[in-house]
């Protein structure tokens, strides 16, 4: 690894193009500091503990999915009673709601014969700031309210609707139409919710109103989506990831080693597993693999000691972590020649968006780090280091990446089949320029001899998936019916 990070260095240094305003004279060549090397190689993971994250991360699932440990273990393995995955076969007009913010969005498709899928409309709603934070009952009616302006917008109010609800806060799934709010998350403190199971309380409101037929068939997190979307159009899709903000992954799991199962075991005997494995890590598991800068990370974090995982990996921290480090390499002379660095000592002064566009220029070519040390408020750097910082922005997304393969290759070596899909959405995956090459390059090097996968990136989890969740649903409703009708015509 150092040395494919060496060579990327020296790649920029001899290919240098001398457009931008920093640019002084002839390029010449300029070797990698060892001493910056060896200050920053804790961050670069070897194949042997690649292979023991992959191999921890194993029994840290087991543990989440057997009733005796479930209780200590810090990924939880829920079951999200979701079991049928799309055939083909949906039918009809589907609404998803997707609430996990500030706004929520309302999606109308209908799944037919004429097209594979066809979205109708999309619609974002706002949540004021005084139903965020006022009764319950209120934010459910105004969810209600505008799941009537819509569906009347286009004109499906005289239908029975469908409806796969994207709950994106913290729950316990007793059903695929029973979810009990744990706590409330980003900002929402609505009372009287906190415990209570949100698609009772949504079919309650859509109910007290009386003017449309809503059906809640359905209520899921982005992850499940994830799945469901990409399961639609690929039958080998198996896992679902996202590596954005967040960090989590579900996966389809045999009913057989989901100990704490309390339905029944009816064929397919599977159901899709929400992992919740960004608090891998937090008993002390990944220890070995954490910096200095992971930890001082933590410390400042309002979760300290938990999400570990994640904080190693997504989005929200990814960033961060170069500050950090740059910070620290600024402080001891490695970069900025000794200049004042007091731009960087801000907390999230450096956004995760920074790597994708630094290491997004091509080789020798250093035009958006200038941009984004200017912006900083930086005036007195070298080209120099511009190198070193992208340097440090590689060993960061490289480990991220090999982190995240390490996970999804552990679960396809768990599920075992041939060839497995992984749908894969999240801002980190989508916008940075190698995190799909580099996780490729890591899980066909960690997963067993014999078996193929492919990385997919999934369309709208959050808003067509839950849609399919409701549409898989529906149309079970739909065969059981037929079925019991052609019994009763043959008895």
Not at 390 to 403: D, E, H, N
Request: aromatic letters at 8%; a negative charge; charged letters at 25%.
């Amino acid at each position: 690894m150092v040395d494919e990070i060496r060579h990327q260095y020296e790649e920029d240094i001899l290919n240098l193009s001398f457009s931008g305003r920093h640019t002084l004279g002839t390029p010449k060549v300029i070797p990698p500091d060892p001493q910056l090397e060896e200050r920053c190689s804790n961050l670069i993971l070897s194949d042997d503990q690649i292979e023991r994250v992959s191999a921890t991360l194993l029994k840290e699932i087991e543990n989440g999915l057997r009733q005796k440990t479930n209780g200590e273990a810090d990924i939880k393995c829920y079951p999200t009673y979701v079991r049928n995955l799309p055939n083909g076969e949906e039918r009809g007009k589907f609404l998803a709601l997707d609430l996990g913010g500030t706004n929520f969005r309302v999606l109308l498709i209908h799944l037919g014969e004429a097209t594979p899928e066809k979205e109708f409309a999309s619609r974002i709603f706002a949540v004021p700031h005084q139903i965020m934070t006022g009764p319950g009952e209120a934010l459910f009616d105004h969810i209600a309210e505008c799941l009537a302006l819509f569906v009347k917008e286009y004109k499906v109010d005289k239908e029975v609707i469908p409806l796969g609800f994207t709950f994106s806060f913290p729950c316990r799934q007793e059903g695929l139409t029973k979810a009990r709010l744990v706590q409330w998350t980003k900002g929402f403190t609505c009372a009287n919710v906190e415990g209570e199971d949100v698609v009772e309380l949504l079919q309650r409101a859509i109910h007290k109103r009386g003017d449309v037929t809503i059906e809640v068939m359905a209520v899921l997190n982005d992850t499940t989506g994830t799945l469901m979307a990409c399961a639609y159009k690929q039958p080998a899709c198996r896992i679902g990831l996202i590596v954005g903000t967040g960090l989590n992954a579900c996966y389809v799991e045999k009913l057989d080693n989901i100990e704490r199962w309390d339905g029944d075991f009816d064929d397919p005997k599977q159901c899709i597993i929400n992992t919740e494995w960004g608090a891998f890590g937090d008993n002390g598991c990944l220890d070995f693999v954490r910096t200095e800068y992971d930890k001082a990370l933590d410390a400042a974090t309002l979760n300290r000691g938990r999400q570990l995982y994640e904080k190693m990996v997504s989005g929200m921290y990814m960033g961060e972590i170069v500050r950090q480090v740059l910070v620290s390499l600024a402080k001891d002379g490695f970069i900025l020649n000794g200049s004042p660095y007091d731009h960087l000592l801000e907390p999230g002064k450096f956004f995760t968006k920074y790597i994708s566009e630094i290491e997004d220029n091509p080789e020798g070519d250093f035009t958006n780090c200038e941009c984004i040390l200017e912006e900083l408020g930086f005036m007195d750097f070298t080209l120099e280091d511009c190198a070193k910082i992208r340097y440090v922005c590689q060993l960061v997304s490289r480990r991220a990446a090999f982190m995240a393969a390490a996970g999804v290759a552990t679960l396809i070596n768990k599920i075992n089949e041939k060839h497995v899909v992984v749908a894969v959405d999240g801002s980190v995956y989508r916008f940075h320029p190698h995190f799909h090459n580099l996780m490729v390059q890591k899980i066909s090097q960690l997963i067993n001899p014999g078996l193929t996968f492919e990385l997919m990136l999934s369309e709208d989890g959050s808003g067509r998936g839950a849609a399919l969740v409701a549409a898989v649903a529906a149309r079970l409703e739909r065969e059981e019916a037929e079925e019991n009708l052609l019994k009763n015509m043959l008895s």
